[in-house]
């Protein structure tokens, strides 16, 4: 079946520095990916829609400037945090879908501690 | 708007028991609707799936989920449960047409503990 890889799966960084987390589709090609934030005992918020080659969609309220998307090849997005501080800290989850049969694959999330 | 609503933010039934768990959604056009769960720091696994056809769909680990557009609901059920179920379950309708390319809108998710 569809696999998404997610790297890394834990990262602890300083504030003020920048992390970036990758998501990647092992066996099929990502026409668009999904990047998720979820704090602890809550649901899933979507951040940003992206599609390969295009500039990522975000959703209301996320900073487009702190978390940057790129999603270069139909087979890798990435996330970057920059300039983290402890309220980035969470959990983040990447998606993604070909589009051709409404499904969607998880990958197995980030654990982000910004200390 | 579109959204989701889980009710019951935490569930607890007895190992053997029958479970159903709640779904209500808000959408105008056709739902995709979906049911995952997640384990403790992991992602997310897909436990079924409804796009159309028969209401009444199966899924993985013994599941299945009933939709009832009257009701707006898809609710998911297990006849017996099993301890290593304990786990945090979300329902989800995917956004699919011309202004949408498929995100995920989720519910609150339910927590479902098992015991002994």
């Known amino acids: 079946g569809a696999v998404v890889s997610q790297h890394p799966s834990r990262v602890i960084c300083k504030s003020g520095t920048s992390v970036k987390i990758e998501c990647r589709s092992l066996?099929?090609?990502?026409?668009?990916m999904f990047w998720y934030r979820q704090f602890p005992k809550q649901s899933l918020m979507l951040m940003a829609t992206?599609?390969?080659?295009?500039?990522?969609?975000?959703e209301q309220g996320v900073e487009k400037d702190k978390f940057l998307i790129n999603h270069a090849s139909l087979t890798l997005s990435t996330l970057t945090v920059t300039s983290a501080h402890p309220e980035d800290s969470s959990f983040y989850i990447c998606?993604?879908?070909?589009?051709?049969?409404?499904?969607?694959?998880f990958g197995s999330g980030t654990r982000l501690t910004v200390v | 708007a579109q959204s989701v609503t889980q009710p019951d933010i935490h569930i607890t039934v007895s190992e053997g028991a029958s479970l159903e768990l709640r779904c209500n959604y808000s959408?105008?056009?056709?739902?995709?609707l979906f049911w995952y769960v997640q384990s403790p720091g992991q992602g997310l696994q897909l436990l079924l799936k409804?796009?159309?056809?028969?209401?009444l769909v199966q899924g993985i680990k013994g599941f299945e989920a009933e939709f009832k557009r009257s009701q707006s609901s898809f609710n998911l059920r297990k006849p017996s449960v099993h301890w290593s179920d304990a786990a945090e379950y979300f329902c989800?309708?995917?956004?699919?047409?011309?202004?949408?390319?498929?995100?995920?809108?989720f519910g609150q998710g339910t927590t479902l503990q098992v015991k002994p």
């Open positions: 998606s993604a879908t070909t589009g051709s049969d409404y499904g969607y694959t």
């Open positions: 066996d099929f090609q990502a026409t668009t």
């Open positions: 992206s599609n390969e080659g295009s500039k990522a969609t975000y």
């Open positions: 959408y105008g056009a056709t739902p995709y």
């Open positions: 409804y796009f159309s056809g028969d209401t």
């Open positions: 989800a309708v995917g956004l699919w047409g011309s202004s949408n390319t498929g995100k995920l809108i």
